[in-house]
């Protein structure tokens, strides 16, 4: 095959690192979180956001409760400049809250930032510069020295500006940019370079970011170079180090995991994945993880469809119907053993106890989503499940072997249909089905007599009335036997249930009847006020159909 050559490319050359302990550590606290949203996510879209969109998704953010949020990129555009303006100038930004800003390395690009956060309480300046093989050797064409000039350069214009501008709170960020394409000694020596300018301490410390700027490989390199870094790099107790993944094999959420078990602090990401390529660290994902392993993401994120409506509204990209712990779809079950299992164990599942429902790994009412959607009928849908809808949206509780009846009726109307049976629909199709007591005849007045035999008198409105009696054990047998000696049939009662309806009823009762009438079996079902009439009528309803 010559159009497909895998020999075209190289392995990632992973660090070598000894006796690593990431992989026994667990995630038991949230990381600080930092939203990329406005700037790398930004950056990546066909149409960059409006101002107007940059306030809409600001406020999001800041509900959430993310405390640093990375503005945008202020000397790089004018709309950027002016948004940040804008926070600042109007009070935008909660007491608690650090806007961040990125910038390259570049004096220029560095005084223009400064003049962007003129007045600011407090401020993140995070300024970057490529330290991967290819960027020095094919972008910058420098040698390692020579990037690590651009860095040290960079942090001291940094620095100097922020001396001039005591009255903010200043934190400075670096990152070197395509960690993940560095050598991991190198990346080591161009930060303590920086470092050594801005002399942080363990009470003002400097944040250090480590961006896979693109993944290149299996999560667990990027965690051996996380912890290398972290064990090599020489002023750690006065760094935050901070993770920046992203998605380009599909796993930015899993190597931002692992990082943090390799001794990150701090966790950079947009909300539903946005950002350049395939996007960035999903924050949702990776904070609904750890929600859903008991451990508090210190993120609100009961709000879902807010957030996915800010999303969708600013960034015009459609979040993804399986999108994990957001989709449409993702609490929904469509095929039938999983339906099953699941209504099992929503019945089970009360307050009190550690969610345990198979099949949800979390309670879909935490992201404001109902249990209706949990279940969803079409042709790969089980018992279960018809069950489920039924008993959630009409209060019908159908017996089992009434399930094991109805399931193939409804699976049929699926398979013609082509897709999701609603519960409408379905209660139609049961309707049809069973509740056929009044055709083509109706049960008109009745007197039971008790003794010790039961004896019924009805009659039997159709195209023509017909009077009918019969004894037996019970109102049941009686009225059996009387429709078995008018018609001329055999009508054994072989199922029967009942219960009180709670939905959508005025005290009603709803009788289940399976009948095998002349070796067929039928079955029927009726609602009344009173439970004996329903339970009639739902024989009635057998014989109807056996004679229509
Ligand atoms: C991985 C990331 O997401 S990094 C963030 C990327 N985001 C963006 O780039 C969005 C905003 N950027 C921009 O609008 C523009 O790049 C600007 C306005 C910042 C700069 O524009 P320009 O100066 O016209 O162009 P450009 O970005 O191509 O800069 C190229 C020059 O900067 C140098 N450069 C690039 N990055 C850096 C850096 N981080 N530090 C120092 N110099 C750098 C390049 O070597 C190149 O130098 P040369 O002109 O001597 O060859
Ligand atoms: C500027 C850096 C952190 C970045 O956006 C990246 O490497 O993806």
Redesign the pocket.
Known sequence: MTSFDHTKYTPFQPVVIENRTWPDQEITKAPIWSSVDL??GN?ALVEPMTVEQKKQFFALLVDVGFKEIEVG?P???QL?FDFVRWLIEENKVPDDVYIQV?????PE?IARTYESLKGAKKAIVH????TSKT?REQ??RLGKDGIKE??VK?AECVKEHAAKHPETEWVFQY?P??FTGTETDFAVEVVNAVADVWQPTPDNKIIINL?A?VEVATPNRFADQIEYFCRNVKQRDNMIISLHTHNDRGCGVAAAELGLMAGADRIEGTLLGNG?RTGNMDVVTMAMNMYSQGVDPELVLSDMDRIISVVQACTLLQVHPRHPYAGELVFTAFSGSHQDAIKKCLANQTADKPWDVAYLPIDPTDVGRSYQEVIRVNSQSGKGGIAYTLEQEYGLALPRWLQVEFSPIVQKFAEIDGGVVDAQSMKKLFEDSFMTGSTPYQLGKYDLTKDDIDTVNAELIGSENVQISGNGNGALSAFSTALGEHFGMRIDIIQYQEHALTVGSDAQAIAYVQANIDGDRFNGVAIHNDIVSASIQAVLATVNQKIA
């Open positions: 700037r790398d950056q990129f000397a790089a555009s950027d990125l910038t390259q390395a570049r690009l300024v970057y510069n490529s960027q972008v910058f651009i860095a960079g990152s940019e395509s961006p700027t350049e």
